[in-house]
């Protein structure tokens, strides 16, 4: 740079020769500060808060959506009770809705425990629905591993030998005011097979919902629970598999 040339301003491109034609073109790029840039165009607004959106949704998906269930069968080994307890002689399965949309074991025998006073959860096994528990999943209680009696039939004399002698299935969900899941149904009653082919004292006919309880004044499990149709498939269940049918 010759003496007679100055600097470019600070912030500002200094001029260009186009190559062959000896025209001068000057490019000035000049620093602003940030709080004075204008606001961006109100359309590129509205993309970014709709495409933020979009990301959060896809995020909230990805997190709640149910896990993909297993399409292996329920098999004993997955639901027995510890080798050195010996299976109590069972005579009825008794199943129940939790009536409310979400749940699991954890949940409802702190439920049992603190509100109404009981040693735990008063079921044998709970079957998820897809919220709060893995569409599907069955989970056996202490009651079940330790092949003790529920408290899930009711408290009248009545009542006391199906929670002495009745396993106690709830299946999460209000079956008043919603269908079963395909899934779900399939679980209960590859669950309700099992129990009968490793307990003598179980039969299809013994599968009763907790409204057949005498003395009991309840819709549970659920209208949308055909216990007829349970028994059937049950039933269907055993033959496939070369169980026992009883």
Known sequence: MTSNES????????????RGTGRQTTL????????????????????????????????VWAVSRPIKPSAEPLVWDSIAPPQSTA???????????????????Q????????????????YHFVLGNGVDMPLGRIEGTFRWRLQQHG????????????????????????YDNEPVDPYVERRLVELCAQLI?????????????????????????GQAIDLERLR?????????????VR
Not at 29 to 58: F, H, K, N, S, T
Not at 107 to 122: A, K, S
């Open 87 to 105: 299976i109590h002689p069972w005579r009825w399965i008794v199943i129940h809705h939790s009536a409310s949309r979400r749940g699991n074991a």
């Open 107 to 122: 949940i409802i025998d702190h439920e049992h425990l603190n509100q109404r006073g009981w040693d735990g959860i008063g």
């Open 232 to 244: 059937y498939l049950v039933r269907e269940e055993l033959q496939r598999r070369g169980m026992t």
């Open 28 to 59: 000035r790029l000049a620093a602003i500060p940030a709080e004075q840039a204008p606001p961006p165009e109100r359309g590129i607004r509205v993309i970014a808060v709709i495409a933020v959106g979009v990301m959060i949704g896809v995020l």
């Open 151 to 174: 408290a899930h039939a009711g408290a009248l004399p009545q009542q006391k030998i199906y929670n002495t002698d009745g396993v106690g299935v709830c299946v999460i969900g209000n």
């Open 197 to 221: 082919d490793h307990t003598p004292t179980l039969s299809v006919g013994r599968i009763i919902g907790h409204k057949d309880v005498p003395g009991k004044i309840t819709a549970c499990p």
């Open 7 to 18: 600097a470019p301003p600070t912030g500002e491109a200094n001029s260009t020769h186009e």
